[in-house]
């Protein structure tokens, strides 16, 4: 029985690092339904990969209920646009941020919008000289937004909304989150206090 024990406590112990390791070199994704937000930050650089299955614009961002929020919209109305903008009010279209004084800080890296999906990769600096963008910190965690729409044209209310609060952004390898927390955290902690039980 002891020897039995002993077996179950390694298989356990095998388990946990199996899965740490796995889940620790997995890349740091929002989950927005079936659209994905992948980041990574490097050198003050946050490089964001949207993957959205929708025939019309998708939007990320950060803020409360697009009051006062720092949106970026992608659209290809015949030619693939990356515009910076902000949100004051909520139902109207967030305004460019030059068209508020302020800056374009999102450049494109890749990819874009081709039958029916969007793969597309932009890039900012997490901090900017323009008061329209987020000062973002890296380790911190914001309120994060994504929407996608009926059209390319960006004149209408979204199609579907999502409202996340509490999302951290960090060079450090989270592994998914889509609003409830960390998917990482949540399986370390399973996983951990099952051994801990049986060991003790």
């Given at each position: 029985?002891e020897?039995?024990?002993?077996?179950?406590k390694q298989l356990?112990?095998v388990l946990?690092?199996l899965v740490?390791?796995s889940?620790?070199?997995?890349?740091n994704?929002i989950?927005f339904g079936?659209?994905?937000v992948t980041?990574?930050?490097?050198?003050n650089?946050?490089?964001v990969q949207?993957?959205?299955?929708n025939?019309?614009?998708?939007a990320f961002g950060?803020g409360?209920?697009?009051?006062?929020s720092?949106?970026?919209v992608?659209?290809?109305d015949?030619t693939l646009?990356?515009e910076?903008r902000f949100?004051t009010?909520?139902?109207?279209?967030?305004?460019?941020d030059?068209?508020?004084g302020?800056?374009?800080?999102w450049?494109?890296?890749?990819?874009?919008?081709q039958?029916g999906?969007w793969d597309?990769?932009i890039q900012r600096t997490?901090?900017t000289?323009d008061?329209?963008?987020?000062?973002l910190i890296?380790g911190?965690?914001?309120?994060?937004?994504?929407a996608?729409?009926?059209?390319m044209?960006?004149?209408?209310?979204?199609?579907?909304f999502?409202?996340?609060?509490d999302?951290?952004?960090?060079d450090?390898?989270?592994?998914?989150?889509?609003?409830?927390?960390s998917k990482?955290?949540?399986?370390?902690?399973i996983v951990?206090?099952?051994?801990?039980?049986?060991?003790?």
């Open positions: 029985m020897k039995q024990n002993r077996m179950i356990l112990c946990g690092l740490a390791v889940l620790a070199g997995s890349p994704r989950l079936p659209h994905t980041y990574t930050i490097t050198n650089i946050l490089q949207i993957q959205a299955n025939n019309g614009w998708v950060w409360d209920s697009m009051i006062n720092d949106i970026v992608v659209r290809n015949g646009k990356v910076d949100s009010v909520r139902g109207v279209a967030p305004l460019l030059v068209a508020q302020g800056t374009q800080d450049t494109l890296v890749t990819g874009g919008f039958n999906a597309v990769t997490l901090t000289s008061n329209k963008d987020y000062q890296n911190k965690r914001y309120d994060t937004l994504f996608i729409g009926n059209e044209s960006f004149t209408q209310k979204h199609k579907f999502w409202e996340y609060e999302i951290k952004y960090s450090e390898q989270l592994g998914d989150q889509d609003g409830a927390g990482l955290t949540a399986i370390f902690t951990f206090t099952i051994i801990f039980y049986v060991i003790m």
